[in-house]
């Protein structure tokens, strides 16, 4: 059975946005010279690896099919089986046979397939170390960047 | 320091290494919908940390990003796709595409194809953050050509067994209505017959040959070398006080052939109008008749009118 579509809009109306890839040498010799701070975020690979074909409408039968699978999804699966059986209510994800929670996954299907995305295989796509660097996204981090003049 | 002490300034203000870092993060990083003018919070934060050479996370926010433009898209929000060609690589890594080239779903059609336009120096001239763009014929080209395969790619989907993964294709196929890249026809754009439409024009395209287009109609008009008109085709009416200009016999001719059922018009020869027409008189009705009339008296007034 083939996994059903999560998006109602329809999938004409959707459009893929294709990265640039980024010519380093045609900016240095244009004046624009970024080699130590592209080295220094190790990005370098990453940029190479943008100039390739995309794959437009595998992108799109993707797209429509997919959902994100995190700790609110899971929280929400959970409450589906203790619907099901009330008497699930307060046992563990073990207790109630469902598998348990590692991280946060992207799950759809590719002409029929389905597929899992999770971070490392986005890391190994991108040649990046998947642990290392910043990562923050809360509101407490922007106000102090903004109250200390960004 | 990079919004000079000012969150509201616009990315216009900003100087010319950081409009560059900013281009990167909304182009290559984190595509954004709408216009590039205002960054949002989370792209003053990246860009901060960019501009400052500390490491970023950047899977982290990868997958962050695709999971919010998920959810958007769930809720109807959000038409953009961003990561178009990082997804398309994942694809490529995770042998996903070796699988569906063995199925046969693998051609540039059925996947459509692109690539993404290069950030070099003639964007910085763009930008107008250089006078001149000097061109070299070092300068990147877009390519598409697939890129080697990493060892130790993490599994994108757990099937494994080929005839499992041929069937579920096969599920697809049959569902979608997609076309196998072996079953696609050699032509598929043309079509066997033109129904409808204005006459072809000349190959060559020259006023020359407009003129002597615009005399062989007159001529083959006047001729009695037509055929093949369906009886019941249908006429509009001229109104009164209407001018018989070369132009208003042409838009009319197209109008009667737009309104000609297109099952019944054979077109035998170049795609002139006069192709569609009968010379047999005796199998055309009263309307028809007075319409060829009309067509073989007009273009002498009109070759009085257009000089």
């Known amino acids: 059975m083939i996994k059903p579509k999560t998006m109602a809009i329809p999938f004409e109306l959707f459009e893929v946005q294709v990265e640039s890839p980024v010519d380093f040498e045609s900016l240095k010799r244009n004046r624009m010279n970024l080699d130590e701070l592209m080295a220094a975020q190790q990005m370098v690979p990453y940029f190479n690896m943008l100039n390739g074909p995309t794959y437009v409408n595998l992108v799109k039968d993707f797209w429509v099919r997919a959902e994100v699978y995190d700790l609110d999804a899971a929280k929400v699966e959970e409450l589906q089986a203790v619907s099901k059986d009330p008497s699930l209510r307060g046992m563990s994800r073990k207790e109630m046979i469902l598998e348990p929670f590692r991280q946060t996954e992207i799950r759809s299907a590719v002409m029929g397939i389905p597929i899992t995305i999770i971070e490392e295989v986005i890391a190994k796509a991108c040649r990046v170390a998947p642990t290392t660097g910043f990562f923050g996204m809360s509101a407490e981090i922007i106000h102090c960047l903004t109250a200390s003049n960004l | ?307």
């Open chain 2, 1 to 307: 320091m990079i919004l000079k002490g000012n969150s509201a300034t616009k990315l216009v203000d900003i100087d010319g290494h950081h409009r560059m870092l900013m281009k990167f993060m909304t182009e290559c990083i984190f595509q954004k919908g709408g216009g590039s003018d205002q960054p949002s919070g989370d792209h003053k934060l990246v860009l901060y940390f960019l501009s400052v050479c500390d490491k970023i996370n950047l899977p982290k926010y990868l997958m962050h990003h695709l999971c919010w433009a998920i959810k958007e898209g769930i809720r109807g929000k959000r038409k953009q796709i961003p990561c178009g060609r990082l997804l398309s690589e994942i694809f490529t890594q995770g042998k996903l595409l070796e699988t569906l080239r063995r199925n046969k779903l693998a051609s540039d059609k059925t996947l459509k194809t692109t690539t993404g336009k290069i950030i070099n120096g003639k964007t910085l001239q763009n930008m107008k953050i250089i006078k001149k763009f000097y061109p070299n014929e070092k300068d990147l080209k877009e390519s598409t050509i697939q890129t080697e395969l990493i060892r130790d790619f993490p599994p994108l989907y757990k099937e494994r067994n080929p005839e499992v993964l041929a069937a579920l294709i096969a599920g697809y196929v049959k569902e979608s209505g997609i076309i196998l890249d072996d079953e696609t026809p050699d032509v598929p754009d043309e079509a066997p017959l033109r129904i409808r439409g204005k006459r072809a024009k000349p190959d060559d395209g020259s006023e020359a040959a407009g003129v002597q287009t615009k005399k062989s109609k007159k001529d083959k008009s006047e001729s009695s070398n037509l055929e093949n008109i369906p009886a019941s085709a249908p006429k509009r009416k001229r109104g009164k006080g209407e001018s018989s200009t070369t132009e208003d016999v042409e838009a009319q001719e197209a109008d009667d052939f737009e309104q000609v059922d297109p099952e019944n018009v054979i077109e035998i020869n170049s795609g002139t109008s006069s192709s569609f027409i009968s010379s047999d008189s005796s199998e055309l009705d009263d309307s028809t008749l007075s319409l060829i009339r009309k067509i073989t008296k007009t273009p002498q007034k009109a070759t009085k009118s257009v000089p």
